[in-house]
């Protein structure tokens, strides 16, 4: 399978925002779903945002309200737009599918630093 490219990490002060991008061939109608996870220092990698062919979206409690995921399959792209963010955001965030995820198959991730 052609990887998924993340981007759009970096650093922020606390309350700032920041919008990652995920592009790759497995982001559009044909997926079932696509997620977004994310790995803090010393943490197992956990699941953030989840959205589905169909538009549904699932999110960890820890950003209800403050993140939001979207789609834009014209452009292979998903997107985690990421409001009030708070130092406990800090971490390396990778986008995969179930089908990836089956093949234990990640990209590099963008990392996203928030400062208090």
């Known amino acids: 399978q052609a990887p998924l490219v993340e981007s759009g990490g970096g650093l922020v002060q606390a309350g700032g925002s920041l919008r990652l991008s995920c592009v790759g061939s497995?982001?559009?109608?044909?997926?079932?779903?696509a997620t977004w996870y994310r790995q803090a220092p010393g943490k197992q990698r956990e699941p953030v945002a989840t959205?589905?062919?169909?538009?549904?979206?699932d999110y960890t409690d820890a950003v209800k309200g403050r993140f939001t995921i979207s789609r834009n399959s014209a452009s292979r792209t998903l997107y985690l737009q990421m409001n009030n963010l708070k130092p406990e955001d800090t971490a390396v965030y990778f986008c995969?599918?179930?089908?990836?995820?089956?093949?234990?198959?990640w990209g590099q991730g963008t990392e996203v630093t928030v400062s208090s």
């Open positions: 995969n599918t179930p089908i990836r995820i089956h093949k234990n198959k």
């Open positions: 497995e982001i559009n109608f044909r997926l079932k779903s």
């Open positions: 959205i589905a062919s169909g538009g549904a979206k």
